[in-house]
């Protein structure tokens, strides 16, 4: 039962056009996300994050999207570089209730490609 | 510089032997924990421990044991390697309430077991 669900293993686009890269969760009493950009033979490193009282996030090229009721949040990345190329994971905690003492729930990853 | 370590990056194992993944951060992170990742599997916990002397289990704990004796050392042990702990393992930390940051990763031990 995968709590965290990222069901686009792959993604390809073109340098300059926007990176959307997608995540849905099951477990409702999540109430913080947060998105990780991983590159090869390195550790994931922390990109943005969100929290349940909020439906947007902004940095930089990067923005999060959160809607709640749908269970769905999605990270877009404009304007798209050959930088960006890396795996993403997309994580979740329940920090606020504690129920995992706010151990990050992982989904599987999204390898995003941006050609040049 | 300030960040997690871990060694060794690369070790291969016979079937049944020991061994210990070192994690090393100076950051005075209460928090620190262990994933190991699998091709299409993600990032999976395997232990935890909120401070010294306190430790717990993730999702996959089974095979590992660890122990937090000080703030900056989290190992994980493997007892008896099985071919199934081939995987890349990654020691992360955090403050205890790590709010907007989440956690800061080592740059993972990649593990085959024979």
């Known amino acids: 039962d995968q709590q965290v669900k990222q069901n686009s293993p792959s993604l390809s686009v073109q340098e300059g056009r926007i990176s959307i890269l997608n995540c849905d969760y099951t477990?409702?009493?999540?109430?913080?996300f947060l998105w990780y950009k991983k590159y090869p033979a390195e550790g994931p490193t922390f990109l943005i994050s969100?929290?349940?009282?909020?439906d947007k996030n902004e940095d930089g090229r990067f923005t999060v999207f959160l809607n709640k009721s749908a269970k769905h949040l999605s990270l877009h990345i404009v304007p798209s570089q050959p930088g960006d190329s890396a795996v993403y994971f997309c994580?979740?905690?329940?920090?606020?209730?504690?129920?995992?003492?706010?151990?990050?729930?992982f989904g599987k990853g999204t390898k995003l490609s941006v050609k040049p | 510089n300030a960040g997690v370590t871990q060694t060794p990056k690369f070790q291969v194992l016979k079937t049944g032997q020991s061994m210990t993944l070192q994690c090393a951060q100076d950051?005075?992170?209460?928090?620190m924990s262990w994933y190991r990742q699998d091709p299409g599997m993600g990032l999976r916990l395997i232990h935890y421990?909120?401070?010294?002397?306190?430790?717990d289990q993730g999702e996959v704990p089974n095979g590992y044991n660890v122990s937090r004796s000080t703030t900056e050392d989290f190992p994980l042990r493997l007892l008896s390697a099985a071919p199934s702990q081939t995987s890349v393992y990654f020691c992360?930390?955090?403050?205890?309430?790590?709010?907007?940051?989440?956690?800061?990763f080592g740059s993972g031990t990649r593990l085959t077991v024979v």
């Open positions: 992360a930390s955090s403050p205890f309430f790590w709010g907007a940051d989440g956690y800061t």
């Open positions: 477990n409702s009493m999540f109430d913080y």
């Open positions: 969100i929290s349940s009282i909020k």
């Open positions: 994580a979740a905690s329940d920090l606020l209730y504690g129920g995992s003492q706010g151990n990050l729930i």
């Open positions: 950051m005075n992170h209460e928090y």
């Open positions: 421990s909120v401070g010294a002397g306190i430790t």
